[in-house]
């Protein structure tokens, strides 16, 4: 049988995509919120604050429920395919080691790279692993995993 493709399904995909990136970008320029790049511009006035605010909120909203709800609707598919153990088999090692390298390797390695970016670390980076590393990991842009 001939996998067919929904293009109503892969044009949503690459929409929310071009969405959250474009969500991301207005998070680093000054949208409320946490971000760990930010670039302030103190002469940007309070309409283009409040722009930037109702965008995020607005995106925030529904972007990432729209992903979920792409993803569970092939979901069936797969667990008739493979069996639910099968199929959690797989979901486990697709978002599982991500987050196992995320948390323990590249969330450490990035708060480096951030205090090293903002205030300037005067020790080396298996220092900073070792010591005040431990204390900050998390894990990141894998939340939903």
């Not at 900073?128 to 204390?135: P, R």
Request: with cysteine.
């Amino acid at each position: 049988m001939e996998k067919r493709r929904l293009a109503y399904l892969d044009n949503l995909r690459w929409s929310l995509t071009v969405l959250v990136i474009c969500h991301h970008i207005n998070a680093a320029y000054g949208a409320p919120g946490g971000f760990s790049f930010v670039v302030r511009d103190e002469s940007v006035g309070m309409l283009t604050q409040l722009l930037m605010a109702t965008f995020a909120g607005c995106t925030q909203a529904f972007f990432m429920s729209s992903f979920f709800m792409v993803s569970a609707y092939f979901s069936p598919i797969g667990i008739d395919a493979k069996g639910a153990w099968g199929y959690m088999q797989k979901r486990l090692l697709r978002l599982g080691l991500p987050i196992c390298v995320y948390y323990f390797v590249l969330s450490p390695t990035l708060q480096y790279c951030i205090l090293l970016f903002r205030s300037g670390a005067d020790y080396g980076y298996f220092e900073f692993i070792f010591t005040d590393g431990l204390h900050r990991h998390g894990f990141g842009p894998l939340w939903f995993a």
